[in-house]
C-alpha cells in the first residue's frame, strides 16, 4: 500500500524538465518572502497612524500596481527574454521594499506602493512564460502545478515568519522580504547560468500573427478567468468576515481553514493533474470551474467547522482543477510567439480581480447578506461550466 502511493507521487512528478524545477524553486523562495502584504494594513494603521481610507488608498495603489506590473511583465519578457525580466524584477523589487519601509509621508508612500508592486510583480508573468517555454505541451499541466506547489508552500511559510517579525519591528518585515528578494535572484542567477531550456517551442510558421486584444476567443477566456477570480478572492474579502460572524468561528478556526486550503494543494494536486493531463484543458477547467462556485454555494446550508471544512475542500478540488488548466489553455491559445504578452495579459486579470473582489463582496455582503453572495456565487458557476464547453467547441472547429 504504501509503495503504491510512493509510486503514485513519484509517477506524478516524473518527467519534468530540469528547468521548472529551478524555476519552481526559485518561486518558492520569493513566496516564502510574502510578508509585507498580509500585514500591510496593520502596519498602515497601528505603526504610522493611518485612517482607514488614507489605507485603503495606499493598499488600492499597491493593487494598481501590480495590474500594472503584471501585463508590463509579461509583455518585456517576451522581448527581451524571461530569465533578465525575473532577475531583474526581484533585485530592484527587494531594494524597492527597503525603502518603502523608511517613507511615512501619505503620497511618498503611496507612490513607493505603487512602483515596488509594479516591479515585483512584473516577476510572476515572466516566471509563468518561462515554465510554459521549459515544458512540452504534455507535460505543461504537471509543470502548472509544480509552479502552484511552490507558491503555495512558500506562501505557508512567508505570513507565519511575517507574523514573528512584525512582532518584534514592523521594519522587519521589509527586511524579510527583501533578503527573499534577493535569495530567488541569486539562485535564478547562478542555477540557470547558461540554461537553454531544451522543450521551447518554436512559432510555427503563422502562430503568434495579430494582435490578442482582437482574438475573441482568448478574450472570452480572459472574462471566464475573471469571473472565476472574483468569486476565489471572496476567500481574502467576505470569507473570513462571515465565517466568524455566522459561523461563529474565532481566528485560529478561521486560519486553519485556510491551512486546509493549502495544504490539500500540497497534498493532492500534482497527482490529480497526473490523471487528467491528457484531458482537453477546457473540459477540466470547466468542472474546476463549477466545483470552485459550487464549495462557496454551499455555506449557506450548514455551520460549524466540520462543515466549513467541507465547503473549503468542494471549492479547492475546484481550483485545482480550473486554475493549473486555464495556465495550458492561455499559452495554447496565444500560440508560441505570443506566450509573454498572453500570460501578462492572464496575470493582470488576477490583480484586476484582487482589486475588485472586496468592493463587489463587500458590497452585497452589506446590502443583500452573506446567503445571496454565496448563493450566487455557487450559481455562476452553472454559465461558466458551459462556456468553458463552448470554448471546447470553438477549439475543435
Given at each position: 500500500?504504501?509503495?503504491?502511493i510512493?509510486?503514485?507521487?513519484?509517477?506524478?512528478f516524473?518527467?519534468?524538465?530540469a528547468?521548472?524545477?529551478?524555476?519552481?524553486?526559485?518561486?518558492?523562495?520569493n513566496?516564502?518572502?510574502?510578508?509585507?502584504?498580509?500585514?500591510?494594513s496593520?502596519?498602515?494603521v497601528?505603526?504610522?497612524g493611518?485612517d482607514?481610507?488614507?489605507a485603503?488608498?495606499?493598499?488600492?495603489?499597491?493593487?494598481?500596481?501590480?495590474v500594472?506590473?503584471s501585463?508590463a511583465g509579461?509583455?518585456?519578457?517576451?522581448r527581451?527574454?524571461?530569465?533578465?525580466?525575473q532577475?531583474?524584477?526581484?533585485?530592484?523589487?527587494?531594494a524597492?521594499?527597503?525603502l518603502?519601509?523608511?517613507l511615512?509621508?501619505f503620497?511618498a508612500?503611496t507612490?513607493?506602493m505603487?512602483?515596488?508592486?509594479?516591479?515585483?510583480?512584473g516577476?510572476?508573468?515572466?516566471?509563468?512564460?518561462?515554465?510554459v517555454?521549459a515544458?512540452t505541451p504534455e507535460?505543461?499541466?504537471?509543470a502548472?502545478?509544480?509552479?502552484r506547489?511552490?507558491?503555495?508552500?512558500?506562501?505557508a511559510v512567508?505570513?507565519?515568519?511575517g507574523g514573528?517579525?512584525?512582532?518584534?519591528?514592523y521594519a522587519w518585515?521589509?527586511?524579510?522580504?527583501?533578503?527573499?528578494?534577493?535569495?530567488?535572484?541569486?539562485?535564478?542567477?547562478?542555477s540557470?547560468r547558461?540554461?537553454t531550456?531544451?522543450a521551447i517551442?518554436?512559432?510555427?510558421p503563422?502562430t503568434g500573427?495579430?494582435?490578442l486584444?482582437?482574438d475573441p476567443?482568448f478574450l472570452?477566456l480572459?472574462?471566464?478567468?475573471?469571473?472565476?477570480?472574483?468569486v476565489?478572492?471572496?476567500?481574502?474579502a467576505?470569507?473570513p468576515?462571515?465565517?466568524?460572524?455566522?459561523?461563529g468561528?474565532?481566528?485560529?478556526q478561521?486560519?486553519?481553514?485556510?491551512a486546509?486550503?493549502?495544504a490539500?494543494?500540497?497534498v493532492?494536486e500534482?497527482?490529480l493533474?497526473?490523471?487528467l493531463?491528457?484531458?482537453?484543458?477546457?473540459?477540466?477547467?470547466?468542472l474546476?470551474?463549477?466545483?470552485?462556485c459550487?464549495?462557496?454555494?454551499?455555506?449557506p446550508?450548514?455551520s460549524?467547522?466540520?462543515?466549513?471544512a467541507?465547503?473549503?475542500?468542494v471549492w479547492?478540488?475546484?481550483?485545482m482543477?480550473?486554475?493549473?488548466f486555464s495556465n495550458?489553455?492561455?499559452?495554447e491559445?496565444?500560440g508560441?510567439g505570443r506566450?509573454g504578452?498572453?500570460i501578462?495579459?492572464?496575470?493582470?486579470v488576477f490583480s484586476?480581480?484582487?482589486?475588485?473582489?472586496?468592493?463587489?463582496?463587500?458590497g452585497?455582503?452589506e446590502r443583500f447578506?452573506?446567503?445571496?453572495?454565496?448563493?450566487?456565487?455557487g450559481?455562476?458557476?452553472?454559465?461558466?461550466?458551459i462556456?468553458?464547453?463552448?470554448?471546447?467547441?470553438?477549439a475543435d472547429?
Amino acid at each position: 500500500m504504501v509503495r503504491a502511493i510512493g509510486q503514485l507521487y513519484a509517477d506524478a512528478f516524473r518527467g519534468l524538465p530540469a528547468p521548472v524545477w529551478r524555476l519552481s524553486i526559485g518561486l518558492f523562495v520569493n513566496r516564502a518572502g510574502t510578508m509585507v502584504l498580509p500585514f500591510l494594513s496593520l502596519y498602515l494603521v497601528r505603526e504610522l497612524g493611518f485612517d482607514a481610507g488614507a489605507a485603503s488608498t495606499a493598499l488600492a495603489a499597491f493593487g494598481l500596481g501590480s495590474v500594472a506590473g503584471s501585463y508590463a511583465g509579461g509583455v518585456i519578457a517576451g522581448r527581451v527574454g524571461t530569465l533578465q525580466v525575473q532577475i531583474w524584477s526581484l533585485v530592484l523589487a527587494g531594494a524597492g521594499f527597503l525603502l518603502v519601509s523608511q517613507l511615512r509621508g501619505f503620497l511618498a508612500l503611496t507612490a513607493g506602493m505603487f512602483l515596488v508592486s509594479a516591479i515585483g510583480d512584473g516577476y510572476r508573468p515572466a516566471c509563468i512564460t518561462a515554465i510554459v517555454e521549459a515544458s512540452t505541451p504534455e507535460l505543461r499541466p504537471r509543470a502548472m502545478g509544480l509552479m502552484r506547489l511552490a507558491a503555495n508552500a512558500g506562501i505557508a511559510v512567508g505570513p507565519a515568519v511575517g507574523g514573528l517579525l512584525a512582532g518584534i519591528d514592523y521594519a522587519w518585515i521589509f527586511v524579510g522580504e527583501a533578503v527573499t528578494c534577493w535569495a530567488a535572484a541569486a539562485w535564478l542567477s547562478f542555477s540557470m547560468r547558461g540554461e537553454t531550456p531544451s522543450a521551447i517551442e518554436r512559432p510555427a510558421p503563422g502562430t503568434g500573427a495579430g494582435s490578442l486584444w482582437r482574438d475573441p476567443r482568448f478574450l472570452a477566456l480572459l472574462a471566464l478567468v475573471l469571473v472565476l477570480a472574483l468569486v476565489l478572492y471572496q476567500v481574502f474579502a467576505t470569507l473570513p468576515l462571515y465565517l466568524t460572524s455566522v459561523y461563529g468561528l474565532n481566528e485560529t478556526q478561521v486560519g486553519l481553514i485556510f491551512a486546509l486550503n493549502a495544504a490539500l494543494i500540497v497534498v493532492f494536486e500534482m497527482v490529480l493533474i497526473k490523471h487528467l493531463e491528457r484531458r482537453r484543458p477546457e473540459v477540466v477547467m470547466g468542472l474546476g470551474m463549477f466545483l470552485m462556485c459550487a464549495g462557496f454555494g454551499l455555506l449557506p446550508f450548514g455551520s460549524g467547522m466540520a462543515y466549513a471544512a467541507l465547503t473549503v475542500a468542494v471549492w479547492t478540488v475546484g481550483e485545482m482543477l480550473s486554475l493549473p488548466f486555464s495556465n495550458v489553455l492561455v499559452a495554447e491559445y496565444a500560440g508560441a510567439g505570443r506566450a509573454g504578452t498572453a500570460i501578462g495579459m492572464y496575470s493582470a486579470v488576477f490583480s484586476v480581480a484582487l482589486i475588485l473582489a472586496p468592493v463587489v463582496g463587500l458590497g452585497v455582503l452589506e446590502r443583500f447578506g452573506g446567503d445571496v453572495l454565496w448563493t450566487a456565487c455557487g450559481l455562476v458557476g452553472v454559465p461558466l461550466w458551459i462556456l468553458c464547453a463552448a470554448l471546447r467547441v470553438r477549439a475543435d472547429r
